[in-house]
């Protein structure tokens, strides 16, 4: 967990700290957002990924079951870091 940083901030915090990842060296920004349901952070991790085109932003709540997270979040990585895992491990998305 040392290169990832949790951020528990109003979410009007969100576009401002998520400019800051790029010239960081953290692997990934999580933004903690415990009152929201899956469906808003599924609207924010949208609404950011249209903005920031560096960024891969995901979302992810307990609700959701299976590997899930434990608390309501929505995660900011390094779109093209990301992108180089998966295909050096052959992930497919699913829809």
């Known amino acids: 967990m040392d290169n990832i940083l949790v951020w528990e901030n109003d979410v009007r915090c ?5 400019c800051l ?45 299976g590997d899930s997270t434990h608390v309501p979040c929505v995660i900011q990585q390094d779109r093209v870091q990301l992108q180089t895992i998966r295909d050096n491990i052959g992930y497919v998305e699913q829809n």
């Open 14 to 18: 969100l576009s401002t700290i998520a």
């Open 21 to 65: 990842f790029p010239g960081t060296k953290f692997e990934a920004f999580v933004f903690v957002y415990k009152d929201k349901s899956a469906n808003e952070l599924e609207q924010l991790a949208d609404k950011m990924n249209n903005k920031y085109t560096h960024s891969e932003f995901l979302w992810s709540h307990p609700e959701e079951g």
